[in-house]
């Protein structure tokens, strides 16, 4: 295995370091906008359970891979190749050298692919700006220009066909530069960017069950990494040591993911000064969501000190109006942020605002016999999180 010599891994095992002498002032069982969970209910939100008989493998970079991409080539042919190549009992290994890379990738087909760059993930640099505003004839001229880089019969041309036929505007479903619908995916040291700022313009879209994202960079602005396309089926996704930025519903989707040690970042580059990092849409019956541990929530300069940041709402996808929502039938986002540093970003008063698409409002169980699964109430939660805004 390569070394990690990546700079926010080497930061936030830093940070974590110190944490070990940092008491958190977070007191169960919190306030009516700001719950806290006690030790005891903290303790089944640990990475296993949201994983269940799935223990993500280390990934390892071989001595030779499958496929080697250079700059001013195309990633996709080779996932392509590979795809067309393997099978499901084999990994391939493709390595990306260092450059930048402006095209979508779609990964779709059962043989377990893993990606990979150089020393560090900002040598490889994955770029496309599309939006959910994005015309169709764009998006199509833009993605696959002259019809050829996506064709029928290639393993990527569903995800590109399903987007392709659409009328009027892409959607937020088909913004995505980085597509996973590939089981036991794994991609290491790779940046990617959706650079429009427009609209919703989702980076990394995972519709895939065991996929592991380790030392990695998402950015993008409003929607930047959706884990959890598909509710019907479990998609779990580890996302290690990784780096992920935006404005707006940033880590978003219906997967069990558990983001540990990794560097979340509310940025002003689109010009915004409000936020709001989570916005899960856990399935109601399904009791992990997203599971933030010993990470840091960070903001650059416009965000630091404004007070204009909420951790997180729920989605509610598909769910028109407040009165829609149906507890137990509807998605119902579950988040627990724990053993983790919040930055003086934060509106502390209200860290959490009413749900995306229903605007259901904000609504928590502070009783000591509270049912954490009860969906009545918002699944939202922190546990032993410090620093200025915990
Ligand atoms: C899968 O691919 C590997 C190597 O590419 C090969 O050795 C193996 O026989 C293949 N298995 C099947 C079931 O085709
Ligand atoms: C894509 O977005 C990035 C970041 O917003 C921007 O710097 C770049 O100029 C854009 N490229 C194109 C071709 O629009
Ligand atoms: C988004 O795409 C996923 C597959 O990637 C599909 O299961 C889902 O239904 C789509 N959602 C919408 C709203 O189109
Ligand atoms: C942010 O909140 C803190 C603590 O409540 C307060 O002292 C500070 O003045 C606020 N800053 C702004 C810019 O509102
Ligand atoms: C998840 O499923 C529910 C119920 O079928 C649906 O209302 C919702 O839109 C789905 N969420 C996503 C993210 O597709």
Redesign the pocket.
Known sequence: MGSISNYHLTLVALVVTLHLAISSHQNYPGTETRPILSDDEASKYQEENYFGDWEPEEIIIPDEPDYIVKAGESIQESVNAAIKAGNSSTRKYIKIEAGVY?ETVYIAGDVPLTIYGGDSASDVHI???ISANTHILDYMNLVNPEGARYQEGDPAWDIYRECGHKNGYIGTNCSAVFVVRSDQFQLMRITV?N???DAQAVAVKIDADKVHLMSSNFLGGQDTLFVGANNKTEERVHVHMCYIEGDTDFIFGAASAVFNMCTVKVVG?RGKNTAIIFAPSTPPDRSYGFLVIDSVITGDEVYLGSNKTSLARAWDAGVQTAEDYVAGSSPNGQLVIRDSQIDAIIDVDQPYTAAATSGRPFSTDIKTDRNLDDNVHNRLWEYNNYGDDA
């Open positions: 402006t770029i496309q700006n960017e650079g429009a700022t580059k």
